[in-house]
């Protein structure tokens, strides 16, 4: 799940002390937990605007006078707010200041919907229906396996006819969901080892399907 970090300054506090945020941003961005961030510039060179009875209302400056300012952010992807809250106190500002800790909005019906999916997907497979199992998939899906790179459920089907598909147990997976698109990250256990899974879905009419699939060895 993503997570945005307010880093908000205090004019007020000594930060000559405060540790550098480059050995922080390059821990987490390695790790793959920071996505994203920037420093922003001051609060005295921002704009305010409302819109009131049809007029836009400029005003120059931040949108509320506090010590305390927003002067950056950090985007993360965590399996937690527990995880969130840790990488944020890891964040130097957070010796002078403060980090707010906010959730991006997630669709959690679509991310339901997709689990479930994923769970019959794997029912199928385990019970070695391929009809069912083809049916978790869009007709024009890709689905790259070991180096073997299938398109569309006719081929994946034909495939399947002559070795089987593989069974499989989903050890653990992230869903992001944006809109009518989506992404997983899985860790499963095969009839060939542990694999890894990135899977692209497509919201298709009342529905979600599969439209990609890429299975790679889980080498760590």
């Known amino acids: 799940m993503k997570y945005m970090l307010l880093v908000c ?13 480059e050995p922080w941003v390059d821990e987490l961005g390695d790790r793959g937990v920071r996505l994203h961030g920037h420093r ?15 007029e836009v209302l400029r005003t120059d400056g931040p949108f509320a006078e506090t010590k305390e ?6 985007i993360l992807e965590c399996d937690s707010l527990e ?20 959730p991006f909005w997630e669709d959690e ?10 769970a019959a997907l794997t029912d199928a497979l385990r019970a070695g229906d391929v009809e069912r199992a083809l049916a978790c998939y869009a007709r024009d899906a890709q689905v790259v396996a070991d180096g073997r790179a299938e398109r569309g459920v006719e081929a994946l089907r034909k495939a399947w006819s002559e070795t ?12 992001h969901v944006d809109e009518s698109i989506a992404f997983g990250h899985a860790l499963v256990r095969t009839d060939g080892g542990l694999r ?13 399907l599969i439209v990609h699939e890429h299975v790679t060895e889980a080498t760590s």
Not at 83 to 102: I, S, Y
Not at 109 to 118: C, H, P, S, T, V
């Open 196 to 208: 890894r899974v990135t899977t692209g879905y497509r919201n298709v009419g009342p529905r979600w």
């Open 9 to 21: 300054g205090d004019d007020t506090n000594d930060a000559s002390d405060m540790a550098p945020v």
């Open 109 to 118: 019906d679509a991310e339901g919907e997709i689990r479930r999916l994923d």
């Open 69 to 74: 300012y927003v002067a950056g952010f950090d």
């Open 83 to 102: 995880e969130a809250v840790r990488a944020a106190a890891g964040h130097p500002v957070a010796t002078v200041g403060a980090l707010e800790v906010r």
């Open 164 to 175: 089987g598909p593989a069974t499989r147990e989903v050890l653990e997976s992230r869903i």
């Open 40 to 54: 922003l510039a001051q609060p005295a060179d921002a704009v305010t605007v409302r819109v009131r009875g049809g």
